[in-house]
């Protein structure tokens, strides 16, 4: 057992055999007292054995560290004096006492890494894999009798069952008559010595906390001679630990182990059984050790995590887990796989069978895929509007379609879970859909019998659901038929026996069915795995391997060809921007997205992953908003041309603008876009005041255009920009959390700037033009202007006959929430608003607002004219955008949303102190992450945005230090999204490189 030595004695005793002046530390150990000692060059590890230990046990020890000499990933020994590598000395009991000595591996261990990836852990199984290629050579290993940590002495557990939970008996009885059962079997997998314990605290992990990689491995004290297969189910077990889909994260451990070391398929067959066996066994020491040893506390650390683990483990289906460690390790993820694909060729059924009374049966694919062209939105939330698009296609053609058909449809929340990689959906269909008509007939495809009839009753589940069992050269297999009618008034009952062509049911109606339009859901299983109501029809993407092994294509047993969309990879699309795009066009995310698809407040990828958007305002009513997409339809379908023709559209949308401001600004222009808006404005004011000079503040933006550049400190000042243009007057960014002023003065302050600017241009009768400023800064860094600020310009600038204009690009239509316009937020009437982004919903339009006053002074004889400004398409668009906010009460949801999530934001800020200020009005919000002196903290922020897209959350980081990370989706953001926001912030916040980096 454990002694406590005096630091002092240990390095005394150092020094005496090794010569080597170190400062000594205690370190955890189980049993020996082990030291990290720290010297003038070097770092080293060294350990103190127990009264009675075997020497030759010790000797092990040194010789695995020997033959591991050239293995990078492990310590090196280090001799004593004289050349020994164990040395001994006595204890005050004048008991003999072992030691050792190794060089220490620098690092974190695995158990405080955050987050563990993918990558951690495939280079785990890696590392542990040819540390065995090297064991493996060990002829003669050091046994320990009986001992407890070496699964294959598993069977000790029997007697301590009443040490676990209740609740885990159950599970652990069943485990421990399985092994009985198959020891036999299990007894002739091939051993080796084996490090027997690669658990998360010896692991060690390099310091770099973005891209961390394993240092080494540690302690191989309890290095044993046991069943290869056992390593593996060690290092799963430690590495799933916390993961929110250990099914998943054993499979990332699998596939780096088995890339080293091949495994066979016959010790895969135990890897579920040994990973809980392991879990078991942990939990059974450590309630023992508990009650033996009370005051060593690393004996019992992570129990909390380890029973969670049993858990979840436990609930995983073996078969299942089976085939996705199958595939872990390239056999085919169900073993009849191919067998059944040989057999089923030669021994299929047909359309004529399943489809018997049915006239048509010629198959036509369509595409309801994420990326198909065929299937709008509208089509997916409005089953007539499907139907009535089938029905135009269908001709004399059996619609069809589906395997593995990536999709947009499946909606409820049975479809989602929360995984280490944020919320993810299943989408991969499994089956094939026939578009028949309700109470079509279906027949059996085999002889079989029923083995499940029932309603399935969740949203958008199978409605009448039969699953047949069929027996073909000792193959079982499973056909399903999904969204039939009500099978409680079905003559047919479980266990029946069923002929092929036998008459099984028929197709239900949208009230019986599951909520779909009629159809047929079809589909072949290997095995039901416990399933004994149900059996999954659609699988997540990344999962489709598997689930595509356990459910062949029913294309094969029907005799049909189907084709099949293929999934456009991204690298093609990079390479092809590469080749016609020009070069300063840059892509979000350190791993670009193909996005194929939006609707509502997501974007859905080309792999039907879909991503909350919490950043694009410009979809503000809503990604392809239905009613948006239906105006421009019919508005496209009638006529756009220019505003030198009369037109109704023009002026409806022009009334309904004007009418949301103040009565003084009363005439509008129609144009493109913002900095077409602001190019316009700017005109405007210059010949209205005879002057070209302008004030800007420093973190502006104002659009991409020559002069809009020229307005635009936040890019004339940037890398490339060409610096301020001498018509051009900056003030500071008006920011009270770190700008130039802060606190109660501030407005004041900012104010005393475009004082100085206006009073000295007046001296040198260098006239000013304008001011143009957003309510708040967007690019900025979502700065809300200092309150009284605006007011103060306004009241300055009508005495001297400036124009103030307002760019509420980015703020107007309700965003801000409390008021419709950011300028009403400061009580100040501008002369121009400009406004462009969100007003056609992605719809190119913008629009410049001002007075008559304005409007009679710029009608010089010159004519305005742009070309597309006003067209019926974009007004029509624009106004259906304006009913929407309204109709749905948009600026209230941003008000209600948006101080709901401020509020969530801040209770962030109180737990991390990265975040240093959470700002902005209604949707419409920045989190700045600085350090304790406010210093901008700009790779925090990428970080953070590309973990959060990982995640499944768009995100973006902006502001003149890019270390704001801004918040502004579109208007339907909704509380549910709120939480699932913050939920996940919270999350990457506790990240270490967030924490510490
Ligand atoms: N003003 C502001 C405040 C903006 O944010 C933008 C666009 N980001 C523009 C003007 C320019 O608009 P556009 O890109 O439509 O020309």
Request: glycine share 6%; charged share 25%; aromatic share 10%.
């Amino acid at each position: 057992m454990k002694n406590k030595f005096e630091l002092g004695f240990i390095e005394k005793l150092v020094f005496s055999n090794y010569k080597i002046r170190s400062k000594a530390i205690q370190v955890n150990g189980e049993i020996d007292d082990n030291f990290k000692l720290v010297s003038k060059d070097n770092i080293f590890f060294f350990k103190i054995y127990p009264k009675n230990t075997d020497k030759e046990f010790v000797k092990f020890q040194i010789d695995i560290l020997h033959l591991l000499k050239k293995n990078k990933k492990t310590s090196s020994n280090t001799p004593t004096l004289n050349g020994n590598v164990v040395g001994s000395f006595q204890d005050k009991d004048n008991n003999l006492r072992f030691f050792r000595m190794n060089s220490w591996i620098e690092g974190r261990l695995w158990s405080k890494v955050n987050p563990i990836s993918k990558s951690l852990r495939f280079e785990l199984g890696g590392i542990s894999a040819k540390i065995l290629n090297e064991l493996k050579k060990v002829k003669k290993g050091y046994v320990i009798e009986n001992f407890d940590w070496d699964l294959q002495n598993f069977l000790w557990t029997e007697k301590y069952i009443n040490e676990l939970e209740i609740s885990k008996r159950n599970v652990v009885e069943k485990l421990i008559s399985n092994f009985k059962q198959e020891e036999e079997k299990y007894k002739q997998l091939r051993k080796s010595i084996i490090h027997n314990d690669i658990n998360d605290n010896n692991i060690i992990i390099s310091e770099d906390l973005k891209v961390p990689s394993i240092n080494g491995i540690i302690d191989f004290g309890d290095c044993t001679y046991s069943q290869l297969i056992n390593e593996v189910a060690i290092l799963c077990t430690y590495a799933i630990i916390r993961s929110k889909n250990p099914l998943i994260s054993a499979c990332e451990v699998l596939e780096g182990f088995n890339n080293n070391l091949k495994i066979k398929e016959g010790e895969i067959y135990f890897l579920y059984d040994l990973i809980l066996m392991r879990i078991t066994v942990s939990l059974i020491k450590s309630s023992l050790n508990k009650k033996n040893n009370r005051d060593n506390k690393y004996l019992v650390i992570s129990q909390d995590d380890m029973k969670l683990l049993f858990k979840n483990w436990s609930m995983i289906n073996k078969e299942l887990a089976l085939c996705f460690f199958r595939k872990s390790c390239g056999y085919s993820p169900h073993k009849n796989e191919k067998k059944f694909s040989t057999i089923i060729k030669e021994n299929n059924s047909s359309l004529d069978i399943l489809f018997k009374t049915l006239n048509k049966k010629d198959p036509k694919a369509i595409d309801m895929s994420v990326s198909s062209e065929w299937l709008d939105n509208e089509m997916i939330i409005d089953n007539n509007r499907f139907e009535q698009k089938l029905k135009s296609n269908s001709e004399d053609k059996l619609l069809c379609g589906g395997y593995l058909e990536i999709r947009p449809v499946y909606d409820s929340l049975d479809y989602e879970k929360i995984t280490d990689y944020g919320i993810e959906n299943r989408t991969t269909h499994l089956g094939i859909d026939f578009w028949v008509n309700e109470k079509t007939p279906v027949y059996s495809i085999m002889d079989g019998f029923v083995k499940i009839i029932t309603n399935d009753k969740t949203k958008k589940g199978y409605g009448g659901l039969i699953i047949i069992e069929h027996l073909i050269n000792n193959i079982k297999y499973y056909s399903l038929y999904g969204h039939l009618s009500d099978q409680k008034k079905s003559k047919i009952k479980k266990g029946q026996k069923i002929k092929k062509g036998q008459k099984i049911g028929e197709i239900g109606n949208k009230k019986e069915n599951g909520g779909w339009t009629p159809h047929l859901h079809f589909q072949i299983m290997l095995t039901l795995l416990n399933f004994k109501n149900d059996f999954p029809g659609v699988c997540f993407f990344k999962e489709k391997d598997v689930w595509s092994s356990i459910c062949p294509n029913p294309e094969i047993i029907l005799n049909i060809k189907l084709p099949r969309i293929k999934v456009q990879e991204n690298h093609k699309l990079i390479t092809l921007r590469k080749k016609f795009l020009g070069a300063n066009l840059r892509l979000s995310y350190q791993t670009p997205l193909h996005i194929v698809r939006g609707f509502n407040q997501f974007l859905f990828d080309n792999y039907g992953r879909k991503y909350l958007d919490t950043v694009n305002n410009i979809a503000h009513v809503g990604h392809q908003n239905i009613n948006v997409v239906k105006s421009a339809k019919k508005q496209l379908g009638i006529l756009n041309t220019n505003t030198r023709y009369l037109h109704k559209e023009i002026l409806d949308l022009s009334e309904k603008i004007l009418r949301k401001f103040p009565k003084k600004l009363s005439k509008i222009y129609f144009v493109n876009s913002g900095s077409e808006a602001n190019e316009l404005a700017i005109r405007m004011s210059e010949i209205y005041t005879n002057s070209n000079n302008h004030i800007v503040s420093k973190g502006g933006y104002h659009g991409n255009t020559n002069y809009a550049i020229n307005l635009s400190n936040y890019k004339y000042m940037s890398k490339g920009g060409r610096g301020k243009s001498k018509n051009i007057y900056e003030i500071p960014m008006p920011d009270i959390f770190r700008g130039k002023h802060r606190g109660k003065n501030a407005s004041k302050k900012y104010f005393s700037y475009v004082q100085n600017i206006v009073e000295k241009s007046k001296m040198k009768k260098n006239k000013i033009s304008s001011m143009i400023i957003e309510p708040i800064l967007s690019c900025g860094g979502q700065i809300e202007l200092p309150k009284t600020f605006l007011k103060k310009c306004k009241n300055l600038f009508a005495k001297n006959n400036i124009l103030l204009i307002c760019d509420e690009v980015q703020t107007g239509f309700g965003r801000v929430g409390e008021k419709f316009w950011g300028f009403e937020l400061y009580d100040v009437i501008p002369d121009i608003v400009t406004l462009g982004k969100p007003m056609g919903n992605g719809h190119p339009v913008g629009a410049v607002i001002f007075s008559d006053e304005i409007s009679e002074k710029f009608n010089n004889g010159m004519e305005f004219f742009s070309s597309f400004g006003g067209n019926p398409v974009s007004c029509k668009i624009a106004s259906e955008v304006i009913n929407e906010i309204e109709s749905k009460d948009l600026q209230k949801n941003a008000m209600t949303i948006g101080n709901y999530l401020k509020k969530g934001l801040n209770s962030l800020a109180t737990k991390h102190p990265i975040i240093g200020d959470v700002r902005g009005k209604g949707l419409f919000i920045g989190f700045e992450l600085v350090d304790e002196k406010l210093n901008p903290l700009e790779d925090k922020a990428i970080y953070l945005k590309n973990r959060m897209k990982d995640l499944g959350f768009l995100m973006s980081n902006d502001g003149i230090d890019h270390n704001v990370i801004k918040i502004k989706p579109p208007m339907i953001f909704n509380k549910k999204n709120a939480d699932n926001l913050l939920f996940f912030l919270d999350l990457v916040l506790k990240e270490d490189y967030i924490k510490y980096g």
